[in-house]
Every structure is written in C-alpha cells, then in structure tokens.
T-cell receptor, first 114, second 115 residues
Framework: GENVEQHPSTLSVQEGDSAVIKCTYS??????FPWYKQELGKRPQLIID?????GEKKDQRIAVTLNKTAKHFSLHITETQPEDSAVYFC?????????????FGQGTELSVKP | KAGVTQTPRYLIKTRGQQVTLSCSPI?????VSWYQQTPGQGLQFLFE???????NKGNFPGRFSGRQFSNSRSEMNVSTLELGDSALYLC??????????????FGPGTRLTVL
C-alpha cells in the first residue's frame, strides 16, 4: 500500500547549522510532495512543495530535493534559527485522481538550540 | 482571504456517543480533506470531498463519515465513539481541480476527547 517513511524522528542542531530531513515513498505514481511545519498547538503550515518534474526547489533558507528513481525526497534548512523548532512532516500524493489525499510521514521533531 | 476554520475547537464526549465536526474552507476552494492526528499514528487521511461528492477515502471504519454542502463547507461525523477516536481532527482545503497540483491549507483542528 501507500507509505511514506520519514527520518530522523528527532533532530537537534545548533543555531546556524543545517538540518536535513529525509523521506521515502512507496508509490511510484506519486507526483506531488509537500512539506509542512507544525508548531506546538498550531495547525500544519505548508512551507515548500515539489512536483515530480522538478529535481530541486529553493525558497530562501529552505530547499527540497527529489530523486524519483530512488523514490526519495529531502528537506534542507540552512542557517537554522530557534524559530525553526517545530515538527516537520513530509507528504506524497498522486495528483491525477487523488490530489486531495496526502500520505504523511511520521514527522521529525526539530530542535534548534541557541 | 480568511483561512480554513473549524468548529468546535474542543469536544469532550463519552464512549458510544456520536459527534459532528464542521469545516469551512477558504473562499473559492472546492475540495475539503479530513485527517486524524494522533501521537502514535501521526497524520492519517480520512476522506476528501469535492463538489459535494466523496472523491477519495482512507482506511477508516464506516463509523467515520462525511458530507459536503453546496457552499463547500464540510462536516464529518463519528458514530459510536471509542476511546481510540480521541485525536486532533484536521481539515484542509484546496482548489481541488482534477489533475492539478492542489496545495492544501489546514484549519486549526478540533480536539476530540472520548472518555
């Protein structure tokens, strides 16, 4: 069945360091991969997404890479700041018939220490 | 534009009761998806509604149901509540066009506690 594996489950970095979170998906028909940030007690917020026809996408300190052959995608955060501390979720979906169905990874709790 | 809203924000019920949660999408969005979030299972897809029709369904028992109205507002219902139904229920809205990359925007959630 459809599955998304996310690693690591927890990640602690020093302010200014980089953080990398990795996800692997099982359904090769998946073609849309969003990342969400969820702060404690808040709703998940879309921070970046990538489509299957693109290998990399950047938005300021955040970047996402996609390797369709390996069915693997990653989130890279550079120059981390304390306000980056949150739980990050990757997700995958198939746009054609199931665009409204996101399969989520288990989440990564990122802690940025000042 | 106003964001996705959900009511109520908190609910306490007892086993065997039923509950109805409501979600109002962003204006112009026609798709509403529902998710259950728990510490153990993470975020799990329940179902999606588009133009008043269920378009996708997750692997939840029939006690979980939903509907969508002509103004795109959606409700989900859980009947015969079990302790394990305690969770944060999130809805997300998107434009929903078939074959398009639909960014989903989440509401604040309804925290359901079953005693």
């Amino acid at each position: 069945g459809e599955n998304v594996e996310q690693h690591p489950s927890t990640l602690s970095v020093q302010e200014g360091d980089s953080a990398v979170i990795k996800c692997t998906y099982s359904d090769s028909a998946s073609n849309y991969f969003p990342w969400y940030k969820q702060e404690l007690g808040k709703r998940p917020q879309l921070i970046i997404d990538i489509r299957s026809n693109v290998g990399e996408k950047k938005d300021q300190r955040i970047a996402v890479t996609l390797n369709k052959t390996a069915k693997h995608f990653s989130l890279h955060i550079t120059e981390t700041q304390p306000e980056d501390s949150a739980v990050y979720f990757c997700a995958a979906s198939k746009v054609k018939n199931q665009g409204g169905k996101l399969i989520f990874g288990q989440g990564t709790e990122l802690s940025v220490k000042p | 534009k106003a964001g996705v809203t959900q009511t109520p924000r908190y609910l306490i019920k007892t086993r065997g009761q039923q509950v109805t949660l409501s979600c109002s999408p962003i204006s112009g969005h026609r798709s509403v998806s529902w998710y259950q979030q728990t510490p153990g299972q993470g975020l799990q897809f329940l179902f999606e509604y588009f133009s008043e029709t269920q378009r996708n369904k997750g692997n939840f028992p029939g006690r979980f149901s939903g509907r969508q109205f002509s103004n795109s507002r959606s409700e989900m219902n859980v009947s015969t509540l079990e302790l394990g139904d305690s969770a944060l229920y999130l809805c997300a809205s998107s434009l929903g066009g078939q074959g398009t990359y639909n960014e989903q925007f989440f509401g604040p959630g309804t925290r359901l506690t079953v005693l």
